[in-house]
């Protein structure tokens, strides 16, 4: 006989409050908006800040912008699933944290450099140590007990994403090069005149700062294993068997090995015995699933869910690249496709900087208001699969009918804007956390929930970093021709692709049963639960299976 303690479930049950957890939520959010601020904030100022440091002919400029506006990306591609790995091992916090602090680290150099390669060191080192999207989609989903929650939660991290791609661009747009914009305030000589790309990236590094500290100091750790208050009674994912009783303790006989002949003592026990099976839904054991759930997490499902999320997050960095080139354009008079045809529709609308800034300042709202409005009613009512199926297979006219915008009268020009972008909102707000939800699902079990979302993270952060280049050799290409449209109607062909991939996705239906858990023996309805007695593994070794039988002395 061999006494072994008992791993009676994978995880550790969250807490069972039905509350919705604002506070945790709340400074999550504030962590989350290290990655957009990070990526946007540079975009007013990189091609001044590129020229500036003389890299190249002028021509080259903008290519040099695209790569380190594309670095950033590009590098946490590289670390996302090790960073997710590495929150399974150790927790979800400390992850958060170092992705936070390396953000804030990286601002800095990019603030104060004085060479192009300096600046592109500060921005791969940020998306290096940055995997704070896919750690933080995992401790939503681990702080979410109530799957009522779930649409509202995992609106969250889309609403706080346009919040950032709001304050970015603004905080850098207004602090940029300030001896240059408020030469009366900052001097050429002072100390933002010698680095005059410093305060936008001092201001944004401040605002890490203090969700550093927010969050070290406020948010819990969400980790199974790891959090505080676990039930020190259960032990979870550990391989080894660990020795329940002592030999001069409640049983003084050593531990026997019943594949030994002769079993000594062991009638000398009194053992009451209660046997605990584990079987699937079809019958089969479930026990050498749990052994092996670290080995078999990447499942069809989350390979299909990951591709899905891959291609939205293409076609979508597509759009956000294309807008303000389309917007800012020269506009071209007299275009007709009555007389020029539906490919001939060139150029773009001219508007100015101030009127772009505008345009996505409104964009901002409306995107706001669907995340936090209509993206819970239609989870709600049509259900998360139902809202994937839907805004995939609408998601293509949302790039089809942008470029024809050119055809439209001064008068009309606006509202024809505003209802694109409202499409566009109402699409890729519902697609991107119906996705996170289904990857959550799609999760075996929790212990692997960090390493999915930080494979998820780096498929999108890839598709982000290749999208931009394409999208602009291709607008290129298409101004060449006479087709501006060129680009659109790429990003709305890869949007159809996803249509077409939505096949391939399996629906998994969830069946809930109320199954009684090993230790809740040890409690009465009236009564609150008390420590379990010791308990005895007697494990049966035969040639063709292995018998539990779990016995309380």
């Known amino acids: ?128 140590l940055n995997g704070n999207i896919g750690v933080i989609q995992t401790m939503v989903g681990e702080l979410i007990t109530n799957p009522a929650h779930e649409p509202k939660a995992y609106c969250i991290l889309p609403f706080v994403w346009s919040v950032g791609t709001i304050l970015g661009p603004c905080i850098g747009g207004l602090l940029a090069d300030p001896s240059r914009a408020y030469p009366d305030t900052f001097s050429k000589i002072g100390f933002f005149g010698r680095h005059p790309w410093a305060l936008p990236n001092v201001v944004c590094s401040g605002l890490m700062l203090v969700s550093i500290v927010a969050g070290y100091l406020v948010i819990n750790e969400t980790h199974p294993d790891r959090r505080k208050g676990a039930d020190p009674f259960m032990h979870h994912d550990l391989p080894e068997a660990t020795p329940m009783i002592s030999a001069a303790g409640a049983n003084a006989d050593p531990a026997v090995d019943l594949r030994q002949d002769s079993y000594g003592t062991f009638n000398e026990v009194d053992v009451t015995q209660t046997h605990h099976w584990e079987v699937n839904a079809d019958g089969s054991s479930a026990t050498e699933e749990k052994d092996h759930v670290q080995e078999k997490w990447f499942t069809y499902r989350v390979a299909m869910l990951t591709l899905a999320l891959g291609i939205f997050t293409y076609h979508s960095m597509c759009y956000d690249h294309l807008l303000p080139i389309f917007f800012q354009d020269e506009r071209v008079d007299e275009v007709s496709i009555l ?75 606006y509202a024809g804007i505003y209802a694109c972008l409202s499409i566009r909102n109402l699409l890729s707000i519902l697609a991107y956390p119906v996705l996170l939800i289904l990857l959550k699902q799609a999760s075996i079990s929790t212990s692997v929930l960090g390493r999915i979302n930080g494979l998820a993270a ?96």
């Open 1 to 128: 006989m061999r006494l072994t303690r008992t791993r009676t479930t994978d995880s550790v049950p969250l807490p069972t409050s039905d509350a919705f957890p604002t506070v945790q939520l709340l400074f999550l959010a504030l962590c989350r908006l290290a990655e957009p601020i990070a990526i946007t904030s540079i975009f007013p100022y990189a091609w001044l800040m590129v020229s500036d440091f003389h890299v190249g002919t002028k021509n080259d400029a903008s290519f040099y912008t695209g790569v380190l506006i594309a670095s950033f990306s590009l590098a946490e591609s590289l670390t996302s699933v090790w960073w997710g790995v590495l929150s399974d091992k150790i927790g979800r916090k400390p992850v958060l944290l170092m992705g936070c602090f390396g953000t804030m680290l990286s601002l800095l150099i990019v603030g104060f450099a004085k060479s192009f390669t300096v600046a592109l060191f500060g921005r791969v080192m940020g998306g290096l």
């Open 339 to 413: 007389a020029d045809g539906l490919f001939h529709v060139p150029g773009g609308l001219g508007l100015s900087t101030k009127d772009v800034g505008i345009i996505m300042s409104v964009n901002g709202l409306i995107a706001l208001f669907i995340q936090a409005v209509i993206f819970p009613w239609c989870a709600e009512k049509i259900g998360v699969f139902r809202v994937f199926i839907l805004v995939t297979i609408c998601h293509p006219i949302a790039y089809f009918i942008v470029p024809y915008l050119v055809l439209l009268p001064e008068s009309a020009l």
């Open 458 to 553: 780096a498929a999108g952060a890839a598709c982000r970093t290749i999208a931009p280049p394409v999208a602009g050799l291709l607008y290129g290409w298409g101004a060449e021709m006479g087709f501006t449209g060129l680009a659109w109607w790429g990003a709305g062909a890869v949007a159809l692709v996803g249509v077409l991939q939505v096949y391939f996705v399996p629906r998994e239906r969830h069946e809930e049963s109320a199954i009684k858990p090993a230790l809740a023996c040890f409690a009465t309805d009236d009564a609150q639960p008390k420590p379990p007695r010791d308990i005895v593994d007697v494990t049966v070794y035969e040639e063709v299976q292995e018998t539990t039988m779990n016995s309380r002395v």
